[in-house]
């Protein structure tokens, strides 16, 4: 699979267009969009509520089909995957953060963080050992332990990017990650960001309309009404 490959591109989006419902209730989300994501690098998709943002992550996450147009994530045309194939390599290769940290209320962080684990077949004590670890690396250490109802949104937030990261993910899709917390939190949470998750073989795409945030990503990708209306490259001082 061309996944496995080491790609200079993560994503490559060519003509995508996206439409909800038919006829006359007939919704273009969004109109040809064209768009590369990078390896090592942290990529902002900003833009206004409706302009298509979460349409258009949803779509390079292989939770959406494109009504036209072709994605390429690590070298694999997502149309050549159905079923459980497309489950497979979503499992395998992409990580999810959500703006609601999605935490099942009965298990321990370290519980919590080892599910993409579970699901890939692991021992039990094998992925939550693992997923201990990745939470150490997030500074939740002393939390391991600790059920999702005794601990702050931020420190909700850390569980969901260890989570997101424990399967050593390729490309990981953050859905509006700060937009939750209050400032300060949601500046650790994208300094964290950065420091963990932005590796070498690693693309970061953020969804945000916090523009609080835009210092940490290393392009900013501007949508509006369904369309990149333009893409500015930073200099982001690497930590």
Not at 65 to 90: C, I, K, P, S, Y
């Amino acid at each position: 699979m061309g996944s496995a490959a080491a790609v200079e591109r993560a994503v490559i989006c060519r003509g995508v267009t996206k439409d909800f419902g038919e006829g006359e209730t007939k919704v273009r989300a969004l109109r040809g969009v064209d768009l590369e994501v990078h390896p090592g690098q942290m990529t902002l998709l900003v833009g206004p509520s409706g302009c298509g943002k979460t349409t258009l992550i949803s779509i390079i996450a292989g939770l959406l089909d494109a009504t036209v147009g072709e994605v390429t994530v690590l070298g694999q045309n997502l149309r050549q995957l159905r079923g459980r194939e497309l489950v497979r390599f979503r499992g395998r290769y992409i990580g999810f953060v959500f703006q609601q940290y999605n935490l099942l209320p009965a298990l321990t962080a370290a519980e919590n963080a080892a599910v993409p684990l579970v699901i890939a077949g692991y021992k039990r004590s094998a992925a939550v050992a693992k997923a201990g670890a990745i939470l150490e690396a997030v500074g939740m250490a002393d939390k391991i332990n600790v059920l999702p109802a005794q601990l702050s949104g931020g420190q909700q937030q850390r569980v969901a990017i260890a989570r997101a990261l424990v399967h050593e993910p390729r490309l990981l899709v953050c859905d509006e990650p700060t937009a939750a917390l209050d400032a300060q939190s949601g500046q650790v949470v994208m300094q964290l960001l950065r420091r963990v998750a932005v590796q070498p073989d690693r693309a970061v795409i953020v969804v945000t309309h916090d523009n609080r945030v835009f210092g940490f990503g290393d392009r900013i990708v501007y949508m509006n009404d369904g369309i990149i209306d333009r893409v500015e490259e930073r200099s982001v001082a690497k930590n």
